[in-house]
């Protein structure tokens, strides 16, 4: 994924009823990611933190449309070849992002932690979530296999950058209809800790909208502090952030990471991180340990939302009806 903070979101008005799923962060599929325990990718030295480097950028750029609100942005569009599955069934996830100057695949992508390109699959309701890094064939066409439990509407979020001139980070969003019996789940409650696979986890911190701030997330297991969290390319730990009703989407990385001289391998992984804009978010956090991923998730409210304010204001619920 992108050092620092990526903001992006996608326009209510998903065609296909919301999806229930796993519980996250009270019972998360632990199969989030398969990548290889040997996979120690470095981030390579920086100088700021994610956070910082993220503040730097906006300042110099400016107000700007978030990324993922379109399937086509900056010269370049998601074409997604699955644009629906079965619930409950593995399937095989096709895509390619074409350069729309010449209508052609791009084949071309510089290395992001590790990976030319990051897929995020999540439902509308926030309960499945899903982290991906895909394959790519030599013409350019991208695929992953799949398996999304409950039908309802899923968000596709492709992350990546170009390897061409002056090319930035990219996000690009478009919807994926999961078919079957859609069964809506309410937002999970906010909780300070969650349990995932034997594991406690423990927030600190708050999100505020527009301003950067500081979550501290603390690993336990069998009642004692986790100190040997292995490097999940290239980090101690991965965030990201959708908002509810509209899944806006942020991405951040920690604050310090393997090799540094000054991050220790847990038990606690610190980010800093903006929230777009007042209102109820979802928080999921990769983690390796012994050899295998888990993901915990949060319910957060920013800017003094309370439960029912899935959306900012003036904003519109995704939820139509279904």
């Known amino acids: 994924m992108h050092t620092g903070l990526k903001i992006s979101a996608f326009a209510a008005g998903l065609t296909a009823a919301f999806g229930s799923a796993y519980a996250v962060g009270g019972a998360v599929d632990p199969a989030v990611a398969t990548e290889d325990v040997s996979q120690q990718e470095s981030h390579g030295a920086k100088e700021h933190s994610a956070g910082e480097e993220a503040a730097e950028k906006s300042a110099e750029k400016g107000p700007q449309l978030p990324g993922g609100l379109q399937i086509a942005e900056g010269g370049f569009a998601l074409d997604l070849r699955t644009p629906r599955v079965e619930a409950g069934e593995t399937a095989e996830l096709r895509f390619a992002v074409v350069d729309e100057d010449t209508s052609r695949n791009v084949t071309a992508f510089r290395r992001e932690h590790g990976k030319e390109l990051h897929l995020i699959v999540a439902s509308s309701d926030l309960t499945t979530y899903r982290h991906l890094h895909p394959e790519r064939a030599a013409d350019g066409t991208w695929s992953t296999p799949v398996e999304l439990p409950e039908a309802g509407g899923y968000r596709v979020f492709a992350d990546f950058t170009p390897d061409v001139k002056?090319?930035?980070?990219?996000?690009?969003?478009?919807?994926?209809?999961?078919?079957?019996?859609?069964?809506?789940?309410?937002?999970?409650?906010?909780?300070?800790?969650?349990?995932?696979?034997?594991?406690?986890?423990?927030l600190d911190g708050a999100l505020r909208p527009g301003a950067g701030?500081?979550?501290?997330?603390?690993?336990?297991?069998?009642?004692k502090p986790v100190t040997d969290l292995q490097p999940h390319l290239g980090a101690y730990g991965h965030l990201v952030a959708l908002r509810a009703g509209d899944l806006a989407y942020l991405h951040v990385h920690p604050n310090g990471e393997p090799g540094d001289g000054r991050t220790e391998p847990g038990p606690e992984v610190s980010f800093t991180a903006t929230a777009p804009s007042k209102g109820a978010y979802r928080l999921f956090l990769d983690f390796r340990h012994e050899g295998k991923v888990r993901t915990a998730a949060f319910t957060v409210y920013a800017g003094g939302a309370t439960p029912g304010e899935s959306v900012p204001e003036g904003g519109e619920s995704a939820d139509h009806g279904h």
């Open 166 to 202: 002056n090319a930035e980070d990219v996000t690009l969003g478009a919807d994926l209809a999961v078919s079957g019996d859609a069964r809506p789940e309410p937002l999970p409650d906010a909780e300070r800790t969650v349990t995932v696979d034997g594991y406690e986890v423990t």
């Open 213 to 223: 701030s500081e979550l501290k997330l603390e690993v336990e297991k069998d009642g």
